[in-house]
């Protein structure tokens, strides 16, 4: 049979080891050296600018602006610097079309259409104007 004595300092001597071994994996932790670091990601490229929006209840074209396009003068690069990014492009045989369109509503829950609005531009195989055409329906 154990003596008392001798198993309260096998008990001890059991305690003082785990600390010691506690202690020394902490020392090494410390030591440690930093986690290799993540290889460098690829570039991540920027995106492209968002197309021009108008403000909300602004006209999509004015008289002056209308009057500015000229039809086998007028090119692609003007209107689009004058009236922005189309909503449509339209390409059939040596025509392409640019459809610029908005509605202005009203009301939170019941939405009003207010006004309506469309512009249609026709460019022949130059990327000249050939004719175009606006409409709008409303206040």
């Known amino acids: 049979m154990m003596n008392v ?19 020394a994996g902490c020392k090494n932790s410390a030591k440690s050296t930093p986690p290799p670091e993540a290889p460098a990601a690829a570039p991540v490229p920027t995106p492209a600018p968002p197309p021009s929006h108008r403000e909300s209840g602004t006209q999509i074209a004015d008289e002056a602006a209308l009057k ?5 003068k007028t090119t692609k690069a003007e209107v689009r610097d004058r009236f922005g990014v189309p909503q ?4 059939s045989s040596n025509t392409e ?15 009003t259409t207010e006004r309506l609005e469309m ?3 026709r460019f ?8 175009f055409e606006y409409r709008f329906a409303g206040k």
Not at 100 to 110: I, K, N, V
Not at 124 to 131: M, S, T
């Open 5 to 23: 004595r001798g198993g309260r300092g096998i008990v001890a001597a059991s305690i003082v080891g785990l600390l010691l071994m506690a202690g």
């Open 68 to 72: 500015q396009l000229v039809p086998g």
């Open 88 to 91: 449509e492009v339209v390409l």
């Open 97 to 111: 079309t640019f459809i610029y369109s908005r509605d202005r509503t009203s009301g939170w829950f019941r939405r």
């Open 119 to 121: 512009l249609t531009v």
């Open 124 to 131: 022949d195989a130059q990327g000249l104007l050939k004719d």
